[in-house]
């Protein structure tokens, strides 16, 4: 399932693949990246920023042993991967920090504004690439 909003620009990746728990791959037949994933739609279909971002499923964040897992991409924006997020409770945080993330001019938001779910379970902070004016230094 693709969610495509032309004019976004930012993206929410939510990891179907998730177990519902470390300790538990399905809940009620369904992984539990899948059951966070579909909550995440439902909320979103009132949304303020509904078409500002794309929420989109994907097979795997790697992030298998800290299930569930999402990561949040936009251009020239660091990019953030969360995991640990209880699939069946976690959505209304998640777009409240999506909220963040898209008024943030860098994609960073501090750790003690973030929802409180969102706090830990960091788990990469990737910087956007350069931009062709900069100059890439090694070593």
């Known amino acids: 399932m693709l969610d495509v909003y032309p004019m976004a ?7 179907k693949s998730c177990y519902f728990s470390p300790t538990q791959r399905d809940y009620m037949g369904e992984r539990g990246g899948w059951h966070l994933f579909k909550k995440l739609l439902r909320l979103a279909e009132n949304w303020s920023l509904q078409t500002e971002f794309v929420i989109q499923e994907v097979d795997c964040l790697s992030a298998c042993k800290r299930p569930c897992a999402i990561a949040f991409n936009a251009l020239n924006k660091t ?3 969360f995991g640990d997020l209880p699939p069946l409770e976690s959505e209304a945080a998640i777009l409240q920090f999506a909220e963040q993330y898209y008024a ?3 994609g960073i938001v501090a750790r003690q504004e973030r929802p409180e779910v969102l706090q830990k ?10 931009d062709g004016d900069e100059e890439i230094k090694s070593g």
Request: proline letters at 17%; aromatic letters at 4%; hydrophobic letters at 45%.
């Open 9 to 15: 620009k930012h993206v929410l990746f939510v990891c």
């Open 79 to 81: 990019s953030l991967m």
């Open 104 to 106: 943030s001019h860098n």
């Open 121 to 130: 379970g960091i788990l990469a902070t990737i910087p956007p690439p350069p």
